[in-house]
């Protein structure tokens, strides 16, 4: 039996993108308007540099072996760009990287056309009032058939380390920070709809990889801090190999419910919660003992392990180190400490205490909750003008007064200070501008061997040890031509198909 990781080891990236339209008197463009331009400058842009896509929904398979297209799944629908197959996670960070820049440069051609007075690009985060989502999906191979069950410990306190940060879903709970936005819409261990309901564990069938399975992480947060996917990527396929190949058990890490625990670790990753083995451990704990795990298995003799295994460990490390010490200085490494902190520069900006936000908001699901459809500030309102009358409210009272929360400080809470604070959460997610753009340099510091030599390649160079290889040189010699190429086939010009059906194999004859 083969017991080399570097076989089995392979990975791609899904992000896709929201992308607003603005007329030249500031009104938003409709969605279905912008599905419509942003086709049209697809075309115009890759007509005669690309090749169409072969697979379902289309698009373009372009020179460096990825896809770029517009996604339209039911009502949901968004600009897409897929990496090209990868065998390390430095790669992984220089091919989406060079994805934002290409939305980011479509989007600046637009609006110098005048198209638009205003074209923004996002990551697609979640959106607070419908709880839909796009994205980043993580795909990953493996070499035995069937989904990933026994990373459940893994994906559960994975955003402890390597969320985005934003607000919680759960109903009126509008000022309750969590570590990952996406993990709030986890409703499941596992399962097959990717769409509503989603899984922890992505257990449908995908396609293109006929030797082995393509599976996929759908719980990852989109973010501008490459450090958080860089470990997100390589930690999870280093465990996933190691699961297959050495057997690797992970059980007695797993929380009785993970979807459970993902949620409140979501909000406290340091709140500790039995595991199967008997402890009680935080999330921050389960990736300790995570990459220990993964530290002694590297330890077995070179060659059967990744070049980049160890610099995955001390990357991974750090991560947990400045998620558990607020004082880190890798702490800007993490994409949710970095959104939390421009959110606490926004509250001593309006004086206002960060740290009274979670009261508020568990009071706001109980004002909520005990008065239907009245309007919770009412009911506050009520309370400061000494109108209680009711066991409830006094209940309610009393938790503020705990927590040394007046009248009028919930109510500037929940009128004027959520909305500037979802405001600049949705801003952090623009690509290229915006608030991002003040953390950038720092986090690109953070991982220096990701250089801008290393993105502008992946612009046009697909990755030389796999499959990609052969795809993006099919695409460069026969861009414009009647030809087409998919994940496992390529379409030639003449009529003939050839196959890819192995994603290792980067020798095809075309």
Known sequence: MDT???NVILFGVENEYSIHVFDEQGGQTSAAAVEHIVRSSLAERLGNHALPFLESRGGYAVENGGRIYWDRIGSISAAECSTPEVRSPLEACQYVLAGHRFYRELADD?????????????????CLQTGHANGIHLNYYRSVDEPIERLVPHLASLPSICGAGGWALRPYACLQFVRSQRA???AQVSGSDSSHGRPLVDSYHKPYCRRGRRVQDLSADATHSMSPLYVRLGSTALLLAMVDLWDLRLGHLSPADPVAAMKIWNCDPNQKLQVAGGARYSALDVQRCLLELVRRQIDRPRGRVPQWSDDLAAMWDKLI??????????????????????LKYLCVQHDFDWLKLPTIAQ???RLKALRGSLSPESDVSNLGHGRVGEPELEEIKAVLQAAAIKWDEFERATRWLQPILHLASTELLEVGRGASTCFEAEMRRRLPALTEELIAAARSIPPQDTRAKVRGAFVSKFAGTAGGAGWDALSHPDGRRIELPDPFDFDVEV
């Open 4 to 6: 080399d990781l570097t």
């Open 184 to 186: 709030e819409l986890i």
């Open 363 to 365: 009071v706001y699901v």
């Open 321 to 342: 180190h400045a998620a558990a010490d607020e004082d880190c200085d890798d702490r800007v490494s993490l994409g949710w400490a970095m959104h939390e902190s421009l």
């Open 110 to 126: 637009l609006q110098a056309a005048r198209r638009a007075s205003a074209v923004e690009v996002c990551l697609s985060g979640v």
